[in-house]
């Protein structure tokens, strides 16, 4: 088939099922990953004959959007931050939300970082994204990440190694306080950052079927009756790993951002800001130890 005859039948096989202008986002992506072409070189190559397995992928693109599956599944990789790393069903999508919360903490201690050695941990780090985007950008920082999903460590180490960084990746279970004291026994850190689940059951209504039927609930959702249950965790333990002065981070629920300020001045934390996204909503706060 021709590209421009396989561009139709993709726009075509998808119509009904995403807007156009989504569509056709998918269709350049995945030109990109299976042809190696960009944009402009589509348009150039219109009568470029498309078959064998470079086809089928395309077909089983096809097929896979039509579950509503992610794209960034389909592709195996996703941006964040300007750096490029590989997803896959048992980690998160890195969201442009969590862009803004790393831009907040790359504010914050830019200045300081050529002398300050500072010692950073990322928890429930996912896919990486955020303690590799923090090692990039903080070279001289000491990086330290945790999850209890072992498949998802693999995506993040993987992720570290292809950004060319060194993040010290852990698994522990952080609503096991025994496993977090035996792991961070002796060390103390400047800064403590997370976007821990924090989707409420409640909440699931509104997700499309693309979060909801293909992304990892592990990673999203709490009960309805404990909706700060992993910020309570972290904020009690970094009483004892975060160093005086030290600062904690985090991505919380857009409804919750009071509950989740209460929460840490109860904990005796200082300084809370708390800050909206770019969409207005409550999304990140940070907090003084
Ligand atoms: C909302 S995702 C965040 C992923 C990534 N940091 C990001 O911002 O895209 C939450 C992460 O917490 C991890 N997680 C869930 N329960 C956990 C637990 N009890 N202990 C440690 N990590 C946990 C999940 O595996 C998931 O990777």
Same mark, same amino acid.
């Given at each position: 088939?021709?590209?421009?005859?396989?561009?139709?039948?993709?726009?075509?096989?998808?119509?009904?099922?995403?807007?156009?202008?989504?569509?056709?986002?998918?269709?350049?992506?995945?030109?990109?990953?299976?042809?190696?072409?960009?944009?402009?070189?589509?348009?150039?190559?219109? *009568?470029?004959?498309?078959?064998?397995?470079?086809?089928?992928?395309?077909?089983?693109?096809?097929?896979?959007?039509?579950? *509503?599956?992610?794209?960034?599944?389909?592709?195996?990789?996703?941006?964040?931050?300007?750096?490029?790393?590989?997803?896959?069903?048992?980690?998160?999508?890195?969201?442009?939300?969590?862009?803004?919360?790393?831009?907040?903490?790359?504010?914050?201690?830019?200045?300081?970082?050529?002398?300050?050695?500072?010692?950073?941990?990322?928890?429930?780090?996912?896919?990486?994204?955020?303690?590799?985007?923090?090692?990039?950008?903080?070279?001289?920082?000491?990086? *330290?990440?945790?999850?209890?999903?072992?498949?998802?460590?693999?995506?993040?180490?993987?992720?570290?190694?292809?950004?060319?960084?060194?993040?010290?990746?852990?698994?522990?279970?952080?609503?096991?306080?025994?496993?977090?004291?035996?792991?961070?026994?002796?060390?103390?850190?400047?800064?403590?950052?997370?976007?821990?689940?924090?989707?409420?059951?409640?909440?699931?209504?509104?997700?499309?079927?693309?979060?909801?039927?293909?992304?990892?609930?592990?990673?999203?959702?709490?009960?309805?009756?404990?909706?700060?249950?992993?910020?309570?965790?972290?904020?009690?333990?970094?009483?004892?790993?975060?160093?005086?002065?030290?600062?904690?981070?985090?991505?919380?629920?857009?409804?919750?951002?009071?509950?989740?300020?209460?929460?840490?001045?109860?904990?005796?934390?200082?300084?809370?800001?708390?800050?909206?996204?770019?969409?207005?909503?409550?999304?990140?706060?940070?907090?003084?130890?």
């Amino acid at each position: 088939m021709i590209l421009k005859s396989l561009r139709t039948y993709f726009n075509n096989s998808l119509l009904g099922y995403y807007p156009d202008t989504e569509i056709e986002s998918f269709f350049n992506l995945l030109s990109e990953q299976i042809l190696k072409m960009k944009r402009i070189d589509i348009s150039q190559n219109l *009568y470029a004959v498309v078959s064998g397995k470079k086809y089928d992928k395309f077909q089983n693109a096809i097929d896979r959007l039509k579950k *509503y599956e992610p794209i960034q599944y389909i592709v195996g990789d996703t941006e964040f931050y300007g750096l490029v790393f590989k997803v896959n069903p048992s980690v998160l999508i890195p969201r442009p939300e969590t862009e803004e919360l790393v831009q907040w903490i790359l504010d914050c201690h830019f200045e300081q970082s050529e002398e300050s050695k500072l010692k950073i941990l990322d928890i429930g780090t996912g896919s990486g994204c955020i303690a590799i985007s923090l090692a990039k950008n903080l070279p001289n920082a000491k990086v *330290y990440a945790l999850d209890i999903s072992e498949e998802a460590l693999k995506i993040a180490k993987l992720n570290a190694t292809n950004n060319d960084v060194d993040v010290t990746f852990v698994v522990a279970d952080v609503l096991n306080s025994t496993d977090w004291n035996l792991v961070f026994e002796n060390l103390k850190f400047d800064i403590i950052v997370s976007n821990p689940p924090y989707v409420r059951e409640l909440e699931k209504e509104a997700m499309s079927a693309n979060v909801l039927n293909h992304e990892p609930h592990l990673a999203l959702f709490v009960k309805d009756d404990d909706a700060l249950l992993f910020y309570r965790n972290i904020t009690e333990t970094s009483q004892a790993i975060l160093k005086s002065n030290g600062q904690l981070y985090f991505e919380i629920n857009e409804n919750l951002g009071e509950h989740t300020k209460e929460l840490l001045v109860n904990n005796n934390f200082n300084s809370i800001e708390l800050k909206r996204d770019i969409f207005d909503k409550d999304r990140m706060i940070k907090a003084i130890k």
